[in-house]
């Protein structure tokens, strides 16, 4: 240990190698409960690509694992400390080093904050579209950690359509370029797309290339109230059926619309069953809305609200946003699901876990970016309470295991972390883990990088 | 040999294991000239994945090279055989096996046409984008073992972007599933990604799930003629600053308009220097393309037509699409470069590029996907004149060597083959490479997987 600090401080400022206990603890995990975190042994935050280069040989050198981490915003664990680790945090990289309007790409640190980018970009009439809901904390680095998702995915994908290059501090602290910057490439195996999405088990991202589209026009959102989950689902249906591209297409049930209005005062309508955003960012979104009005109406829909302007938009947006934190009001403790389905099964995925609700006598509340399918029903207990920390566990694996059954993933966008490892190995299979840990073992063959997250 | 064909045969039908010489070294090599290519030991044509697996399996326990292959239309030499191989052609697996409008996917069988595809979707209102110009021969297969481009990529990006899920056949015959159904999944490192322009040293794709959108209105095209092809770059550098999504961007030079008029009687404006397509398939394409051609003669356009309808349309694509069968007229053999640089620099490369030509005494025609930075140089020469080939090939590496210079890759979309491997190297780099090569040792430890190709 003492070798340890040593040897990091050797190449490193003493303000970027933090000992004290009371700090190091505060980087112990990420926002999942639940989930084993250890005490790490030092928390370390450069600067440079070659510092992180100096912990990573020296964390070779010694055998000491490495827990890369961002902002910690993560929700399965993958960032959290392990007994006795270095905690890489790259936070304190968080360069934007160049945004370039003709080549549309963007080059970055690590650890550039979501929105701060987002901002920036737009400032030069450009767009960088993956927007998780917690845009203004989470960083790039833990975005390709996670291969972060959010509401515009249903138009425009997720983070990995949006990372072209790489460059990657590996277990031994050599460098490796990966990728390009121009729009396409095809020279070898893409190690790029490999990276997104490993949770920091590969290798360290220290710089990439992002790919940027034009601005869009301001979206306009629309809302529609159902008497249940299924009309809304059957929405869904038709909406993606008929060929729309919405920017946006979200779902937010009773209990979640309900915690957002205690948290907020949103004024949403919350004696709904389920309530249905849709958004379009097209030259004339106001007749796509119409159009998708009508869907809705067809549906079922018990009223349809068209949001009068930019600003409107904007509130509603916020309220989706507000979800996951809201509901994690309602008791001590949340665990929040993140199973992906083919659409088609949107409305089986979410009937049948309310019956797994009422099953087990649990509050979940589920929002969904319903267009892509992706449920995160949020089991809500107390903590104290044994019995109900129990239940809340049997159910939230209920909910993968029929995620799974209805040919979904256990994961859409929040990953694997420790959370759902068990999960990971049955969503895959033998074979598929087995080549999965073959992978892990070509880059980190001392299992130095990230340990116990993943399998 | 004969051990392997009694092996080959017992879980094979006759007519699925091809030794006639005359008819196997039809499967030698693809569509790349100038590549090294052996003489198969014999050629296996699957009709299931059971078949495949034995294949695999009878390949591993006798240690014989397999040289996967869908239609041969492969540019870099990364179908050709290797001698005393199994040639495993997969193009009798070609069923459609489902399309869904709801989930908005599609499910194949590997040595399915890629224009069957298309047309098959379209039927439903839908469209699967990735349009190399070979799409009439192509497999999806081929596609995905080089990550195939074409004209739409400027808007809808390449085939990795839309496949989903893969079934593979391992190199000791296991199957695997990777990847999902889902619009959104990240559960564990992304091996479908990974298998997508892996020129078929990974694994044998049996299935893909491929991700569709909806049919974009019909597209509209205009032609602009320009004096110099650094005005014409200079059109696509504004067209794409100022936030255009053309749904394509292509350009042709002198040599290349000219090849075409002569193969196929287009009348296309063969005096010019350099002729940029634009189309839209917006809702509004006639008001898009008018704003692209004010940007057009901005740049210096002399002439800029835009096509009077869909059949017209239609025509100009046509005349892209055979640009480089006809540029392989001019002489009696081709060299084909698929450099990609940032478009920023696209009007270097085509300059330096019209450099070599001079330098080298040589006809080297250009047609480029401008829009993605992607320019086709090719080198015209007679095979038989000595001289002539050594100069085609310095020219065609110097090609290279420049777009490595602006910051660009060596392939663009038709791969690495035989023919860019020592490339490939000066592209990754040391480590790069070194990591590259792990990750086959990882699914093909033997070494038995198109060996020779890549690395
Ligand atoms: C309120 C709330 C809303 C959320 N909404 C969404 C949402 O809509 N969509 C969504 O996808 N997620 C969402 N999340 C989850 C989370 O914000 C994302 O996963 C985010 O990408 C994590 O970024 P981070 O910077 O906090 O990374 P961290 O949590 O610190 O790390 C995430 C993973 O990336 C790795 N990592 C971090 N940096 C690097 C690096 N430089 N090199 C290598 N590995 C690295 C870590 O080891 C870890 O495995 C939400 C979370 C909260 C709290
Ligand atoms: C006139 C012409 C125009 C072209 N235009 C374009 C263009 O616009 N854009 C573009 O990108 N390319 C273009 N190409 C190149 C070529 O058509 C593409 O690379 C195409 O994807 C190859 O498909 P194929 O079925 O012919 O595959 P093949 O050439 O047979 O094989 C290509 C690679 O994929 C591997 N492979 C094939 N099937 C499988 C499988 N089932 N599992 C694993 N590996 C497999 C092979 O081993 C090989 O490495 C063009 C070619 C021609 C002749």
Known sequence: MDDLLVRLREHLPADAVITDPDITGGYAHDMASFCAA??????????TVEQVQHVMRTATALRVPVVPQGART?????????????????????????????????????????AVLSREVQKLGLYYPPDPSSWEMCTIGGNIGTASGGLCCVKYGV?????????????????????????????????TRLFVGSEGSLGIVVKAVLALRPSPPPQLVLAAEFATAAAACDAVVRIMERGHTP??????????????????????PDSTEALLLAAFDTPDPAADLAAVAELCTAAGATQVVPA?????????????RLSLTALETIKSATMIDDVCVPRSKLAAMIERTSAIAAKYDLTIGVCAHAGDGNTHPVVCFDAADEDESRRARE????????????GGTITGE???????????????????????????????????LNPGKLF
Chains 1, 2 share one sequence.
């Not at 920017?247 to 949403?268: C, F, K, P, W, Y």
């Open 38 to 47: 250890g005490t790490p042994a030092v928390v370390v935050l450069p600067r």
């Open 74 to 114: 993560g929700l399965s664990g993958a960032a959290n400390a392990s007994d006795g680790c270095i905690v890489l945090s790259l936070v304190k990289m968080d360069r934007i080093l160049e945004v370039n309007p003709v080549d549309r790409v963007a080059v970055v640190e690590p650890g550039v904050i979501n």
């Open 159 to 191: 983070t990995a359509e949006y990372v072209l290059g790489l460059e990657v501090v590996l277990a031994d602290g050599r460098l490796m370029s990966t990728g390009r910057r121009t729009a396409k490439g095809v020279a070898g195996y893409d190690l």
């Open 247 to 268: 920017s946006l297409l979200e779902l937010m049930d009773r209990t979640t619309i309900q915690a957002v209005n205690r948290m907020a005062h949103m004024g949403l």
């Open 308 to 320: 009068e302007d930019a600003a409107e938009s904007e509130l509603l947006l916020q309220a989706r």
């Open 395 to 406: 159910s939230f694996d209920e909910i993968m295991a029929l995620g799974l059954e209805l």
């Open 414 to 448: 929040h990953g694997v972390g420790v959370l759902k490892k068990e999960w990971l190995a049955r969503e895959l299979g033998p074979v598929g883990i087995e080549m999965q840990r073959a992978v892990k073992h070509a880059f980190d063959p001392l299992g130095l």
